[in-house]
Structures are given as structure tokens and as C-alpha cells.
């Protein structure tokens, strides 16, 4: 089995999390500072090469109704350009309040504000892929 990674895309920063070989448990990565769609679309590329991985899972930031605002367009814009240069699967996973999960999770950690920024997104890639690892287990 391959693995499989999760992305929040936002921005300014891209959360990225990896999962067991078994696709069972979720682990955070790294936080990647964005850079420009070439470059940054070129590098999961090349991170999902390295890792083995041959599914990215991707946070879908819809709003608490379930509607697209306007940071749906940018992530559906991110996956086209990165569906071009790879054959991995692309799944898109329904992210409302991981980022507030993930906040809740640091702020219970006693993680001072400045930290969690770095982090939270990073947390929220985690939370994002283990859903997503968790729905298709049932």
C-alpha cells in the first residue's frame, strides 16, 4: 500500500499530514510557506514521490451551510494544477471547523499563540486526512 497525504490549502501556507502505510492513522508533516502555484504544485509532487504516497486528500474549506465561498475556487484552482502533474489520486474531504478543532487542540496543549500560528495548520492537515481515513474505513 501506498500513502496517502492531506493538505490544507490556504494562502499563505499549506498544512500537509501523512498516513501509515496501513491508511489507518494520520500524522502531521510539515507547514510549507506558499510561494506560487508552479512551485508550490511542483513540490507536493515531488513530496508525494519521496513519501511513496499516491493519494492527496484535500481540505474543501466550504462554509458552515455547506456552500463554496471564494477559498473553494483557490484550493479546486490548486488541485487542476496539481492534477496536471501527477497520476495520484485527488480527493477533496470536507474541512469546516478543522482549523478550529485544530486551535482548540493546541490551545488545550497550553501552545502559546505565537506557536500555534506555525502550527495550526499543520493540525488541521492531520484532522482533514484522519476524517477522510476514518469514513472510508466504515
Do not use: C, H, W
Not at 33 to 51: E, G, H, I
Not at 77 to 101: N, Y
Amino acid at each position: 500500500m501506498k500513502k496517502i497525504i492531506g493538505l490544507d490549502i490556504g494562502t499563505v501556507r499549506i498544512g500537509i499530514a501523512t498516513s501509515d502505510i496501513l491508511g489507518i492513522i494520520a500524522s502531521s508533516y510539515e507547514v510549507y510557506k506558499r510561494r506560487n502555484m508552479y512551485l508550490d504544485t511542483r513540490y507536493m509532487v515531488t513530496l508525494a514521490n519521496k513519501l511513496d504516497a499516491d493519494t492527496f486528500v484535500i481540505g474543501l474549506p466550504l462554509k458552515l451551510d455547506g456552500s463554496e465561498g471564494d477559498s473553494v475556487q483557490m484550493v479546486k484552482d490548486f488541485a487542476e494544477e496539481l492534477s496536471k502533474l501527477t497520476d495520484a489520486k485527488i480527493v477533496f474531504q470536507d474541512e469546516r471547523l478543522s482549523t478550529v478543532s485544530a486551535e482548540r487542540i493546541l490551545i488545550e496543549s497550553n501552545m502559546r499563540r505565537e506557536k500555534r500560528k506555525d502550527v495550526v495548520d499543520q493540525i488541521a492537515a492531520t484532522i482533514i486526512l484522519q476524517n477522510y481515513l476514518d469514513k472510508i474505513k466504515k
